[in-house]
């Protein structure tokens, strides 16, 4: 599995964006997103599962984060609203072989991983 995530950019505080990320390969059963601000560890924020009836997300971001996916499309997607400027991190993407139904929130759960893009959040 192959993973590409994209959508990230410069934004100011206050505003929207929609992290998307594309598989390609065999099927990815949970997808996750994560991030990693600098000089700080890597983040758990969303996660997934197959059929998009079991979500987890972090407490951090619950309520202004969602996480969705469209299977036919081989995406997921993070649709971050009210942006802060401790939301400036780069942002992950990851999947999962194990078709969990209960989408785990650790990052050693996650096989696969994507390049990562860089969200930064001004004041």
């Known amino acids: 599995v192959q993973l590409q995530a994209s959508g990230g950019g410069l934004v100011q505080a206050g505003d929207s964006l929609r992290l998307s990320c594309a598989a390609s390969?065999?099927?990815?059963?949970?997808g996750g997103w994560f991030r990693q601000a600098p000089g700080k560890e890597r983040e758990f924020l969303a996660a997934?599962?197959?059929?998009?009836?079991?979500?987890a997300y972090a407490d951090s971001v619950k309520g202004r984060f969602t996480i969705s996916r469209d299977n036919a499309k081989k995406q997921v997607y993070l649709q971050m609203n009210n942006l802060k400027p401790e939301d400036t991190a780069v942002y992950y993407c990851?999947?999962?072989?194990?078709?969990?139904?209960?989408?785990?929130?650790?990052?050693?759960?996650?096989?696969?991983w994507g390049r990562g893009t860089l969200v930064t959040v001004s004041s």
């Open positions: 990851a999947a999962s072989g194990t078709n969990y139904y209960s989408p785990p929130v650790k990052a050693d759960a996650y096989d696969y």
């Open positions: 390969g065999r099927p990815a059963y949970v």
């Open positions: 997934i599962n197959w059929s998009g009836a079991s979500t």
